[in-house]
């Protein structure tokens, strides 16, 4: 039932976690939540239609799909750009969802790195889901680890992701290939290459992410 309302706008219910206290989820009664995110370019290619180009932002178009379905099924929805940061990360890994990556960020076992968390629904009363759980690491085995090796300023070490090294090469003319074809180390990573986003929606991703960092 929750797939069905998300998928016509290419969004997808990705994992559920039972929720316990250390979880700090800012709902009160909260029993159960679901991760609303997606994977390739179906939601993309949605929002690219819908969307006013000149004021709506990605996170704006976002929150007013979900919001109402979020009333129709008496959820509260949460989101990753809210402020105070909510831990998505983390509250993906609970939810089976995906592993932490060399990169930092998550792999999906399947979807690999082409996939995004939009919101988690937060409900009252306990809720399952059809979808097979994600309990293998897909790192586990790569030897070579390319998304390490590809980024051209070695922005990720293993450990951390160094953010500023990262935006500060997205500035120069010769950070061309990064604007156009999108990340190297994401595009390194054999996992979920099936879902790999189309040149129009790295580039978008690219720009956004370049803006937050040097706004």
């Known amino acids: ?13 990705l994992g559920v976690f039972t ?19 997606n994977y390739g370019g179906e939601m993309f290619d949605r929002y690219a239609a819908e969307r006013d180009p000149l004021t709506q932002t990605m996170d704006e178009w976002t929150e007013q799909v979900i919001e109402p379905i979020a009333a129709k099924l008496n959820a509260t929805a949460l989101y990753p750009f809210s402020r105070p940061a909510l831990p998505f ?34 409900f009252d009363r306990a ?12 790192c586990f085995g790569c030897e070579d ?11 990720f070490d293993g450990v951390q992701y160094d953010v500023e090294k990262c935006g500060a090469y997205l500035m120069k003319v010769s950070s061309m290939d990064c604007h156009n074809k999108g990340c190297g180390s994401r595009l390194a990573c054999p996992v979920g290459t099936d879902y790999k986003y189309t040149a129009k929606q790295m580039q978008f991703h690219m720009t956004a992410f370049s803006n937050s960092v040097w706004k």
């Open 1 to 13: 039932m929750i797939e069905e309302k998300f998928s016509p706008y290419g969004f997808k219910a």
């Open 19 to 37: 929720i316990e206290a250390e979880d700090k989820v800012p709902v009160e009664g909260g029993v159960s939540a679901v991760l609303i995110g």
């Open 89 to 122: 990360q983390k509250w993906a890994r609970r939810a089976k969802a995906g592993r932490q990556s060399p990169l930092g960020l998550n792999i999906h076992p399947v979807y690999g790195m082409w996939h995004g968390y939009r919101a988690f629904l937060i």
């Open 127 to 138: 809720v399952e889901l059809d979808i097979p759980p994600g309990d293998e690491h897909p």
């Open 145 to 155: 680890t390319p998304c390490l090796t590809a980024c051209p300023v070695e922005a």
